[in-house]
Nanobody, 130 residues
């Protein structure tokens, strides 16, 4: 079992920055964190949950981004801290959503964009104001 806890959401003006964190816990989450592909998804009101960014399992740290955030968001992971991050810069109004952390065992960054994740966090709200 892998438990994922997001943090770092909040209210930020358009053009600003925010950094989300997702910490894994649970027996499997801490002992085998490096074996999990990690990703961020988001869901805006009235819309489906969409892929945002992902990072491969292991140590190669390959990343993959949706076209909407490429060049503005950066995903990273610290396997020693069992944590994945999402640095969000140049935020736009349309980035407002609940952001969810997700994980799947032994999955590459590109595959994380299409497979249904095995584990989900509870989400953290990001609101971008004008």
């Amino acid at each position: 079992q892998v438990d994922l806890l997001e943090s770092g959401g909040g209210l930020v003006p358009a053009g600003g920055s925010l950094k989300l964190s997702c910490k894994a816990s649970g027996r499997t989450g801490t002992a085998y964190f490096r074996n999990y592909g990690m990703a961020w998804f988001r869901q805006a009101p009235g819309r489906e949950r969409d892929f945002v960014a992902s990072i491969s399992w292991g140590e190669n740290f390959d990343t993959y981004y949706s076209d909407d955030v490429k060049g503005r968001f950066t995903i990273s992971r610290d396997n020693a801290e069992n944590t994945v991050y999402l640095q969000m810069d140049s935020l736009k109004l349309e980035d407002t959503a609940i952001y969810y952390c997700a994980s799947t065992p032994m999955t590459s960054a590109q595959a994380m964009a299409t497979v249904k994740p095995t584990y989900w966090g509870q989400g953290t709200q990001v609101t971008v104001s004008s």
